[in-house]
C-alpha cells in the first residue's frame, strides 16, 4: 500500500503563508490526491483535492482564492500552497490518496499529517 508523508507545516501569522508537501511512496496513477484538515474538537474536512487523470483540481469554499494545490508527478509530490492564511486555518494537515466520487476524494490512504499554526 502506498505510503504518504507530509512536510510543511509550521507557525505563522494572520496574512501569512506556508506550502505543504506530501510525499508519496510510488506513482499514484488513478484516483485522486487531496488535503484534508482537522482542528482541535471539530471533525476532519477536505480542503482541497486533484484528480489524478484530467487535473480537476476542487477546493473548500472557506479556501477558494487563498489555497493551491499542485502535483509533481515526476516527484510522486503533491503541494498545497497556503496564501492570506487565517487563524480558522489553524489545524493538522493531512495528505490522503483515494477515489474519487461525486465531486470528492474519498481517502483509503492517510499521512501521519503535519500542524498548522496560525496566530493572530
Known amino acids: 500500500q502506498v505510503r504518504l508523508e507530509e512536510s510543511g507545516g509550521g507557525s505563522v501569522q494572520a496574512g501569512g503563508s506556508l506550502k505543504l508537501s506530501c510525499v508519496a511512496s510510488e506513482y499514484i496513477s488513478r484516483g485522486c490526491m487531496g488535503w484534508f484538515r482537522q482542528a482541535a474538537g471539530k471533525e476532519r474536512e477536505e480542503v482541497a483535492s486533484v484528480y489524478v487523470k484530467g487535473g480537476i483540481n476542487l477546493y473548500d469554499d472557506t479556501v477558494k482564492g487563498r489555497f493551491a494545490i499542485s502535483r509533481d508527478s515526476a516527484k510522486n509530490t503533491m503541494y498545497l500552497q497556503m496564501n492570506r492564511l487565517k487563524s480558522a486555518d489553524t489545524a493538522m494537515y493531512f495528505c490522503?490518496?483515494?477515489?474519487?466520487?461525486?465531486?470528492?476524494?474519498?481517502?483509503?490512504?492517510w499521512g501521519q499529517g503535519t500542524q498548522v499554526t496560525v496566530s493572530s
Open positions: 490522503v490518496a483515494g477515489l474519487a466520487s461525486a465531486g470528492r476524494c474519498n481517502p483509503s490512504t
